[in-house]
């Protein structure tokens, strides 16, 4: 079973809800994809790390052969290619979708690997952690994502908690294309409304079940909360707004590991998405 966790920004707690629920599991994988800033290690420090490069195919000019024709230019919808005296490349735009080398009727272009990043596995406790690390400058985390995600499928984990990329782009796009589940981490707060908007209209297109938890809660009004009621959104859980929590997440603690009430909090959280996540697969079925 894949479950992931979303939110509509970065801090609103979704790493939090992502890595208790991974360590709340006897057995289970995490997988990183907020590839421009992972930080779920920083809590699980996982031994035994291994590494490996992700490399995109870039176009490759052979200025001999290249007789000006433009058709490689034409083709690329990304404005990677333009011609001027020569064939110019601009290789921070390119999707890597090999058009270019297809279309060229003279054999001119061919391609090279680019490296965009690299993905780590370690081992924490039952934990597999897995983390997507995308280089700085690169246009698209989505290759990295896709390696990532790829390779921790072809390991056969039984439960994976994936840490999804703030927001609703592309990235968070491809992190949730095969997901079982979606949690959606909100603050009650009105910008927390708005970004919860952002993220329960992306699952809705996906056609994914999910649910809400809400982060940072105090007692009083909670718009996060009123939202959620209006629009017919479970409310799997409310995380309070709470000293011990804080210091413990702050000092990089897996809050599931040290206190035993947030441990029995995240395991009952675990077992609620479990069993939405197959009432939703038997109605679909």
């Known amino acids: 079973m894949n479950i992931a966790v979303l939110s509509g920004k970065g801090g609103t707690g979704k790493t939090l809800v992502s890595v208790n629920l ?4 006897e057995k289970a994988a995490y997988v990183d994809c907020d590839i421009e800033e992972p930080n779920g290690n920083l809590f699980f420090k996982a031994e035994n790390i291994l590494e490996n490069d ?18 490689c230019v034409d083709f690329c919808k990304f404005n990677a290619l333009a011609y001027i005296k020569e064939l110019i490349v601009f290789e921070e735009v390119c999707h ?24 780590q596995k370690g081992i924490s406790g039952g934990v597999s952690v897995y983390t997507g690390i995308m280089n700085i400058g690169e246009a698209s985390g989505v290759p990295i994502i896709k390696k990532l995600l790829s390779f921790e499928k072809s390991e056969g984990n039984k439960l994976t908690i994936i840490d999804s990329p703030p927001g609703s782009a592309c990235n968070v796009m491809e992190s949730i294309q095969d997901v079982d589940y979606c949690i959606l981490v909100a603050e009650p707060t009105l910008f927390g409304v708005h970004n919860l908007s952002m993220v329960h209209e992306l699952v ?33 859980a409310k995380i309070p707004y709470d000293t011990e929590l804080g210091k413990l997440n702050s000092e990089g603690e897996i809050i599931a590991r040290k206190s035993e009430k ?4 995240f395991s009952t959280l ?3 998405v479990i069993e939405e996540a197959q009432n939703a697969a038997t109605v679909n079925t």
Do not use: W
Not at 54 to 64: A, E, R
């Open 270 to 272: 675990l077992n609620k």
């Open 204 to 236: 809705k297109i996906f056609n994914k079940p999910f649910g809400a938890v809400l982060n940072k809660c105090l007692d009083g009004e909670n718009p996060a909360e009123k939202y959620c009621n209006d629009n017919n959104i479970k409310i799997l």
């Open 96 to 119: 890597s979708c090999g058009g270019c080398k297809l279309v060229c009727p003279q054999n001119a272009i061919t391609e090279k690997d680019e490296p965009v990043g690299k993905i």
């Open 54 to 71: 992700v490399n995109v195919k870039i176009p490759l000019v052979d200025k001999s052969l290249c007789n000006g024709c433009r058709k």
């Open 262 to 265: 947030y441990r029995e909090m």
């Open 22 to 25: 991974a360590a709340a599991a």
